[in-house]
């Protein structure tokens, strides 16, 4: 009896060295423009090329601006980066996806969409939210720089098998609750050490009944406990929403790879290192109040008192406070911000839209908030507009902007100002994240389009 993640693993195991290290082959490698240059440099020094180019695909990201795509990028730094990676790309015939390019976005929005991510993959990318991709039955986590050269050079990489762990989350959610509330709820459960060197699967009633954008945002803050991934077994909704997407494949071959896809789960009596069992009906609609994932609450509770803290995290818990400028014990309800941040590979997809739009619609932006209302690609841009989603976002004050990771880490232009606050939709919350000093609130779209039309911290469900 196999789980779901040795299923995969097994399949994919080239050999096993006396350590008992894993040559694992990699079915597709993601590469953006930050980590990859010194990947390509050393294939460069060593004469090689990539083994199977074709299951290499680039995507400039991180540090693309999201206005004025048409025109050179003005930070040199930045320019020199998605530069390289496009001669890189052509130097070594591998697909890339430029600004402007209409798969252009943010690589871990562009895979799942194009149906370069199927199930049963081993997929990999020098970026830690590739546990993304795992949401679609596959295998996928981040790895560094000079292990992108490898996966270049053979398309194999070294690796210690991971434990194995099932969160289960039984139950109804309640009105208000997304995706984006049951992660962090389970990331503030589990501490963000508490899944490390842990590879691991959703399971349970929520799962079963979320959509395939609401799974894909799950698994991306699968990291943010520590996790080497998260994964989610496919199934019907898995088929419905890759059938017909571009690199998905077609014909007798999409009923083949169905019926193969259909044998990915953990056998009933498979046994897993670990086990968690959540309650959908204990989440309430969440946000964070530190500066890391796990320090999260329901957003009618109050900052856990210093006496609730272990003795050896007091000092560290009250720097966090301090950053943030909180105090232990009050409530965060009401609290002025400043701005609102909506996309990221979290929450940039167009049911994120949807629901930001629908809570925005009829109401109007609160004045003194700077919104950064940002598509995760193009295609999503596209459907944002054919949906009417953006004349509904413009009459209440917001301005769409153009693809790209923007605030979520400020490797581009929109960069929070110290000390102001921002509620941003993104994975994490950590001091200078969104710019020098810029204090983070991690939350998913009702509660960002709460506050981005209150001015303040607000209960989505006061509004909905």
Known sequence: MKTLFDKIWDKHVVDTLPDGTIQLYIDRLYCH???????????????????????????????????NQDRPIADPVSKNQ??????????????????LHPKNGIIHVVGPETGLTQPGMTIVC?????????????IAF????????????TQCIMQSKPKTMRITIDGRLKPGVTAKDV??????RM???GATGYFVEYAGDVIRNSTMEERLTICNLSIEMGARGGMIAPDRVTFDYLKDREFAPRGEQWERKVAEWSSLYSDPDAEFDREI??????????????????????????IPAMESIDQAGRISYKKSLDYMGFTAGEPVLGKAIDYVFLGSCTNGRIEDFRAFASLVKGKRKADHVTAWIVPGSWMVEKQIRAEGLDRIL???????????????????????????????????????????????????????????????????????
């Open 277 to 302: 069992l959540f309650k959908a009906e204990d989440i309430e609609p969440m946000i964070t109040y530190g500066t890391n994932p796990g320090m999260g609450m329901g957003i009618c509770e109050s």
């Open 82 to 99: 998605v530069d390289t990676l496009e001669k890189n790309a052509a130097d070594f015939g591998l697909a890339h996806y430029g600004l």
């Open 142 to 153: 981040g790895i560094g720089t000079s292990e992108v050269e490898m996966t270049l050079a």
């Open 33 to 67: 423009e930050v980590t990859s240059p010194q990947a390509f440099a050393g294939l460069r020094e060593r004469g090689l090329k990539p083994f199977r180019p074709e299951r290499v695909t680039c995507i400039p990201d991180h540090n693309i601006p999201t206005v």
């Open 183 to 188: 992660a962090l709820y389970i990331i503030s």
């Open 394 to 464: 413009e009459e209440a004050g917001f301005a769409l902007r153009q693809p790209g990771c923007s605030a979520c880490l400020a490797m581009n232009e929109d960069k929070v100002p110290a000390g102001k606050y921002a509620v941003s939709t993104s994975n994490r919350n950590f001091e200078g994240r969104q710019g020098p000093g810029a204090r983070t609130i991690l939350a998913g779209a009702l509660v960002a389009a709460a506050a981005a039309v209150t001015g303040c911290i607000t209960d989505p469900r006061e509004l909905i």
């Open 191 to 193: 501490t963000t050490g």
């Open 126 to 138: 020098g970026d830690s939210h590739t546990s993304t991709h795992g949401a679609m039955g596959a």
